[in-house]
């Protein structure tokens, strides 16, 4: 059974840098897409940033050129760097995967939606003060 789980959450200033880490423990699959979605209070969950298993990426604009995601495939644990923050960015950010088998699921990757992802973390918050 896959259990995703993230840490690294916290309070920083508007302008600092966190990084999230996520663990997927069980996961054991070749072909995957994973990635970082957040959703706002009152606002529709986002995909931030995807990573799949050959290593293509997809950013949302919002993030892009500020966030990086990375993975340690010999860990099985995903990053979400994130530097130069905005308040804008305060959210709980959840760690996400796609874990389906079939070759051509990874061209889906890309488009960072929620419902091509079966397993979820609980989510972590993330707190940008101006």
């Known amino acids: 059974q896959v259990q995703v789980v993230e840490s690294g959450g916290g309070l920083v200033q508007a302008g600092g840098s966190l990084r999230l880490s996520c663990g997927a423990s069980?996961?054991?699959?070749?072909?995957?897409?994973m990635g970082w979605f957040r959703q706002a209070p009152g606002k529709e969950r986002e995909g931030a940033a995807v990573?799949?298993?050959?290593?293509?990426?997809s950013y949302a604009d919002s993030v892009k050129g500020r966030f990086t995601i990375s993975q340690d495939n010999a860990k099985n644990t995903l990053y979400l760097q994130m530097n130069s923050l905005k308040p804008e960015d305060t959210a709980l950010y959840y760690c996400?995967?796609?874990?389906?088998?079939?070759?051509?699921?990874?061209?889906?990757?890309?488009?960072?939606?929620?419902?091509?992802?079966?397993?979820w973390g609980q989510g972590i918050q993330v707190t940008v003060s101006s």
């Open positions: 996400a995967a796609d874990l389906r088998s079939e070759w051509w699921r990874l061209l889906q990757c890309r488009h960072r939606l929620s419902a091509d992802f079966g397993y």
């Open positions: 069980g996961h054991t699959h070749s072909s995957y897409c």
């Open positions: 990573i799949d298993s050959d290593g293509r990426i």
